[in-house]
């Protein structure tokens, strides 16, 4: 195809036969531009390491991107939550249900919806529930199944998942770690990870494909740390905060975790009301801690001891609530907020924090 560059190229590889050293560069460049592919490689190139290409592997399929379900869970097994479920439900799902409804006020049938709070308070779960309600394709992806070291890789996987989730419609999209994924672009210094943003955007906008039938889902930790352009209508306008358990749900989810194993005479809604701010994970820890305790003793007793109040309580003091820090961190974003009304559900649950004694 490039006869003349070759040419040129062959002249500059005729050495002289006696100079061993040029024969072996020689040997190698031949190589290296495929002009010369049956030679054997010399002991001192056998010796060198391979190298890989400089190049980006295949596109990986869907399936290594996302995780692809189809939840049997709905709202009614969310322990608790029953301000955050009547919200869902009367603010998202029954307006996705009613066809009728949709069509008489002009509404699509494609939406999006924030979940936000602190980690370990069930967004995900949540979001299983919302399909699950729906009977619809769950497809959850993460920021580390998105992003790439090869430039242009992240992007392609953005559009390979929301094309992916355009042909299973309808179906729910849900993006995981959305502040890692859609961080604010003022604060980023590289330029590729600013057009993986930029082509969410594109994504979400349905700027070159229609997104009826695609609910998109997001969940983040740090919901100050999203960009705005996500916020905007259209997009993520529609939030929700997961909270802490509430007391009756802190029981709930003890009672939950606690079924296989074999339990005494138990108070557990006395260990629910010790474990203000505790987050779902936190109690899943405190049980897994209290079976470990009750393990010990029945190794030592030679004898199955079930789980009693004793290995609870001490499974409590072994396991602070590990969300004390992320609500430092939010009262300061509350409190110096530009949109107060934004996290105006956040700051009711501090202001109680407060008043209960709790920072």
Not at 9 to 32: F, N, S, T
Not at 176 to 184: I, N, P, T
Not at 325 to 354: I, T
């Amino acid at each position: 195809q490039h006869a003349a560059a070759l040419g040129h190229c062959e002249a500059l590889l005729r050495v002289d036969r006696d100079d061993a050293g040029a024969r072996e560069r020689g040997a190698i460049a031949r190589r290296g531009l495929g002009l010369d592919a049956d030679a054997a490689p010399s002991p001192a190139a056998r010796r060198e390491p391979a190298r890989a290409p400089a190049t980006p592997s295949a596109a990986p399929s869907t399936e290594d991107l996302a995780e692809i379900v189809r939840p049997e869970v709905t709202l009614d097994d969310v322990a608790g939550m029953e301000d955050v479920k009547q919200r869902l439900r009367l603010g998202f799902l029954e307006p996705l249900r009613n066809e009728e409804l949709r069509e008489v006020f002009g509404q699509s049938l494609r939406s999006s919806l924030l979940l936000w709070g602190p980690p370990g308070c069930g967004k995900t779960f949540v979001a299983k529930a919302l399909a699950g309600e729906l009977g619809l394709f769950f497809i959850h992806v993460g920021i580390a199944d998105i992003l790439d070291m090869w430039l242009g890789s992240s992007e392609r996987n953005v559009r390979q998942v929301f094309a992916e989730a355009r042909a299973m419609r309808p179906s729910v999209l849900f993006i995981d770690e959305l502040d890692a994924l859609g961080h604010r672009r003022a604060h980023l210094h590289t330029a590729s990870v600013r057009t993986v943003v930029n082509q969410l955007l594109l994504e979400l906008d349905g700027a070159t494909t229609d997104n009826e039938g695609l609910l998109v889902l997001g969940a983040t930790n740090q919901p100050w740390d999203v960009d705005p352009a996500l916020l905007r209508p259209g997009r993520f306008d529609r939030q929700v905060v997961v909270l802490p358990p509430d007391e009756a749900a802190r029981a709930a989810i003890l009672g939950h975790h606690l079924t296989r194993t074999p339990v005494g005479d138990v108070d557990l809604e006395a260990i629910a009301r010790r474990t203000e701010g505790y987050s779902g994970a936190d109690l899943a820890r405190v049980c897994t801690r209290a079976v470990e305790f009750a393990l010990h003793a029945s190794v030592n007793a030679g004898a199955t001891q079930p789980v009693n109040q004793d290995d609870l309580d001490r499974a409590v003091a072994d396991t602070p609530p590990s969300t004390d820090a992320w609500f430092r961190l939010a009262e300061s974003y509350v409190q110096f907020a530009d949109d107060g009304d934004r996290y105006a559900d956040l700051a009711g649950y501090l202001a109680r924090r407060r008043r209960r004694g709790r920072r």
